[in-house]
């Protein structure tokens, strides 16, 4: 069975610039969410999609926003980058639904991608 | 503020005997805990876990403990294995606001020399 994937592996981008990543969650997932992890950092809860609607939010700007397709997979875009955004992005995914069922299964990570701002 | 917290960013143990790592959380309203391992240049990788139903959950060589009332969970490798060289996390869920993510501990680095 094939993992959460995510693409790129790395990507560089300057100051002011958009960047797109991508994941593809693990066969009969729902659930996609996103992680931050900063250098020094722990990981930071970016955002959760489920059947394709954005369930919870993190602490974060406007400016980190996503979506989810019909085929689970998502996409993270982070617009007018700034020089904090270098970090690694995690993007994990689960069997989904709400409530106590949602919280209470593991969520499964890819490998992430580097995004480094120049 | 840190909800969840491992407070000893590395641990060294022998081969064959047992690895405790632990962690400490303040929100009483998690109902759900995780333990994830990390390999360098790798995502982490799902381990055990534990409902708040519970007080211990075995798989294999792995068992997590829970203490509600320390708000306090361990999770014990025995026996340890050079493989089980790794960055482990400790995470929680459930809290207010935290519907469906995770809040992470900053990891405790395990070190088992042969």
């Known amino acids: 069975e094939a993992g959460v994937t995510q693409s790129p592996t790395h990507l560089i981008k300057t100051r002011g610039q958009q960047a797109t990543l991508r994941c593809s969650p693990i066969s009969g997932h729902t659930s996609v969410y996103w992680y931050q992890q900063a250098l020094g950092l722990g990981l930071q809860f970016l955002l959760w999609y489920d059947e394709g609607e954005e369930r919870n939010r993190g602490n974060f700007p406007p400016r980190f926003s996503g979506r989810q397709f019909p085929n689970y997979s998502s996409e993270l875009n982070v617009n007018a980058l700034e020089l904090e955004d270098s970090a690694l992005y995690l993007c994990?995914?689960?069997?989904?639904?709400?409530?106590?069922?949602?919280?209470?299964?593991?969520?499964?990570f890819g490998d992430g991608t580097r995004l480094s701002i120049l | 503020d840190q909800q969840v917290k491992q407070n000893s960013p590395s641990l060294s143990v022998q081969e064959g005997r047992i690895s405790i790592l632990n962690c400490d959380y303040t929100?009483?309203?998690?109902?759900?805990f995780l333990w994830y391992k990390k390999y360098p240049a790798e995502g982490p990788t799902f381990l055990i876990s534990i409902s708040s139903i519970k007080d211990k959950n075995e798989d294999g060589r792995f068992t997590v403990f829970l203490n509600k009332s320390a708000k306090h969970l361990s999770l014990h490798i025995v026996p340890s294995q050079p493989g089980d060289s790794a960055v482990y996390f400790c995470a929680a869920s459930g809290g207010g606001g935290s519907q469906g993510n995770l809040i992470f501990g900053k990891g405790t680095k395990l070190s088992v020399k042969p």
């Open positions: 929100n009483s309203m998690f109902d759900y």
């Open positions: 994990a995914s689960s069997l989904g639904g709400w409530g106590w069922e949602a919280n209470n299964q593991p969520q499964h």
